[in-house]
């Protein structure tokens, strides 16, 4: 039963240009949401997150988007830079401080 | 600061053999997490404590796996005996939450170790 999906296992984006992944769940109890990326040989890092209450959370070149009602959030990266390749992973909780549940990441690559 | 190490950075081992993984978390962090990354996978929690004490252990595989983490700091997983499904990278979390912290939590991951059984 996975209750945090990333359909696209892979993504592939020009540099200057705008990444959009994006992140599905089922479990009408998670409330707040993560977003993760890893890069090989190192663990997850965090990178953004956004609790329920918000529609949008805005860090710099990272914007979060949360669509409640389909259960869907996505990532923005704006522009778009070769370090930004790596895994990312969606992560959601019940509350701020609650047991994460990943999916199952998307591969992003960022062309020259 | 330091962050989250964890050893050995690899492992093989036969099936049916003995393991042991290490995390040692953040200084002062009251929260360690150990997840288990199957390839093409998210991680899933396997064991959370809070100082010495276990928080969540639901998805442990108790018949095989085993943790502790003495003295609140320090951690090791075992797994015995090891099967070919537990190939996969370990990674170890901490966070500074403590119990009575109720806010924004960010959890650290460590490198990870990966462990493939043959």
């Known amino acids: 039963d996975q209750q945090v999906k990333q359909n696209s296992p892979s993504l592939s984006v020009q540099e200057g240009r705008i990444s959009i992944l994006n992140c599905d769940y089922t479990?009408?109890?998670?409330?707040?949401f993560l977003w993760y990326k890893k890069y090989p040989a190192e663990g997850p890092t965090f990178l953004i997150s956004i609790s329920s209450i918000k529609d949008k959370n805005e860090d710099g070149r990272f914007t979060v988007f949360l669509n409640k009602s389909a259960k869907h959030l996505s990532l923005h990266i704006v522009p778009s830079q070769p370090g930004d390749s790596a895994v990312y992973f969606c992560a959601a909780a019940p509350t701020s401080y609650g047991k994460l549940t990943f999916g199952q990441g998307t591969i992003l690559t960022v062309h020259p | 600061e330091a962050g989250v190490a964890q050893s050995p950075r690899y492992k093989i081992i036969e099936k049916r053999q003995s393991v042991a993984f290490w995390c040692n978390p953040i200084s002062g962090h009251a929260t360690l997490y150990w997840y288990q990354q199957i390839l093409g996978q998210g991680p899933k929690l396997l064991i959370q404590f809070q100082n010495n004490g276990v928080v969540d252990d639901s998805q442990l595989p108790k018949d095989r796996f085993s943790a502790e983490r003495l003295k609140g700091v320090d951690s090791t997983l075992k797994i015995q005996p090891a099967k070919l499904e537990d190939s996969a990278v370990y990674l170890c979390?901490?966070?500074?939450?403590?119990?009575?912290?109720?806010?924004?939590?960010?959890?650290?991951f460590g490198p990870g170790t990966r462990l493939t059984v043959l």
């Open positions: 979390a901490s966070s500074s939450r403590g119990e009575r912290h109720k806010g924004p939590d960010t959890q650290y």
């Open positions: 479990n009408s109890m998670f409330d707040y």
